[in-house]
């Protein structure tokens, strides 16, 4: 599961330790939230509008590259191995 961790956490440029970063981690929460209110309303047979879901999980894509797209400069790239896969 290191890629997991690798998609979730950034490095500190200052202390060199990595912290897990609110905005990756609250894109993936979306995506799961998505996929498991989708598994219960087919089970539930409860209506629910992923037109409109998708529309403000792309609004949160959106700003969420935004974001990492500011800060792109002050993290330091992950160091990958060829032994990490």
């Known amino acids: 599961m290191n890629w997991l961790h690798d998609i979730l956490t950034v490095n500190d440029p200052v202390d060199g330790k990595t912290y897990y970063d609110l905005v990756r981690v609250a894109v993936a929460v979306a995506v799961v939230a998505g996929i498991l209110i989708e598994i219960y309303s087919v089970v539930c047979k ?3 509008d992923f ?11 959106t700003g ?7 800060r792109r400069d002050t993290e330091p790239p992950h160091d990958h191995h060829e032994d990490d896969h």
Not at 51 to 61: C, D, M, N, P, S
Not at 64 to 70: D, E, F, I, S, T
């Open 46 to 48: 409860v209506p629910f």
């Open 51 to 61: 037109v409109a879901y998708g529309t403000g999980f792309g609004l949160l894509i």
């Open 64 to 70: 969420a590259g935004g974001a990492m797209a500011l």
